[in-house]
């Protein structure tokens, strides 16, 4: 196994290692440390049965099964379908998932480490890849915040609601997102998550505030805290964070869903197919002691 850096903010392909296969000690350890370390992980030219796709997300955490979502692949409902393609008129998967930035389950009280995708189809234009999905690089936004800014929000916290990204999506034109039943917003009621949180596996202080699902930020005046909360989405937003990855079918990218803020762009008509699977790693073991 080869671990080939993007030169960018976040980022690094995995080369040489066949995830069909079991993964050794050695390597699982070094996927989790270039998880913390780089963010974003591409392993190209997998060919996988779903079942095995699953199995290696299960590696690193239980999988979410997500309570609003209706596409999933058939015996597999913690493998959740992204797509743009309709079959007999019928949507084939959820066509309209994170284009906008966010971290996945922030607005839950269990958060999760990390997303893996596993493309199957990617649109093409031109001989070039449409799709891509973007990040920016939480430590590092951290890391450069101006030391009174540090200091008045240690310890604070935000709210964060799923109701948030959800409506977002469905105010855009052509949305066929239903409105949440009161089942699914009872499965999902607002969190509060702390500003600066402490990443599992590198140990150091992130930004763990994104703009999707953070509505304001816990006990502070709510100017202030609108003022403080653009502050910090300006801030995460600088180009020096960013990383785009370019898909090619039989990419799996697996992205860490605490150091990293996510956004996946819509720039592919109807008929430029998208087939992509996905499932949520949740962050349910001890990511220090395993990556040490
Ligand atoms: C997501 O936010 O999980 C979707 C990303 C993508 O489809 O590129």
Redesign the pocket.
């Known amino acids: 196994m080869r671990i080939v850096p993007t030169g960018q903010s976040l980022g690094v392909s995995i080369e040489d290692l066949d995830l069909a296969k079991p993964v050794s000690d050695a390597d699982y350890k070094k996927i989790l440390r270039a998880l913390g370390h780089h963010g974003v992980l591409c392993f190209p030219r997998q060919t996988l049965e779903t079942g095995a796709f699953a199995a290696f997300g299960r590696l690193f955490g239980d999988l979410e099964i997500n309570v609003a979502n209706q596409f999933h692949e058939p015996g597999h409902p913690e493998v959740m379908i ?1 797509s743009n393609i309709t079959r007999d008129g019928r949507p084939t998967g959820l066509g309209d ?3 906008g930035w ?1 971290t ?1 389950m922030s607005y839950s009280r269990d958060i999760a480490l990390a ?1 893996l ?1 596993y493309a199957i189809q990617v649109p093409m234009r031109d001989c070039r890849p449409l ?3 973007q990040f920016r690089n939480m430590h590092a936004a951290y890391d450069d915040l101006p030391a009174d800014m540090k200091r008045r929000l240690e310890g604070r916290t935000a709210t964060h609601d799923f109701v948030k990204f959800w409506d977002m999506m469905r105010a855009k034109p052509g949305s066929t997102r239903a409105p949440l039943t009161a089942e699914q917003r009872a499965k999902k009621p607002p969190v509060k998550q702390p500003i600066f949180a402490t990443h599992p596996i590198t140990g150091r202080k992130i930004l763990y505030c994104n703009p999707g699902y953070a509505l304001w930020i816990d006990d502070m005046d709510a100017a202030e805290s609108a003022e403080t909360l653009d502050y910090l989405f300006a801030h995460q937003a600088q180009d020096k964070y960013f990383h785009a ?1 370019k ?1 090619t079918a039989g990419d799996v990218l697996m992205w860490d869903n605490i150091g990293t803020v ?4 819509p720039d592919y008509r109807p008929d430029e197919p ?1 087939y ?1 699977r ?1 499932v ?1 790693i949740m962050a349910t073991k001890d990511y220090a002691r395993l990556a040490a």
């Open positions: 992204l998932a994170g284009q966010h996945d997303n995708l799709g891509d999905t990855h898909w996510h956004n996946a762009v998208r992509i996905r949520q």
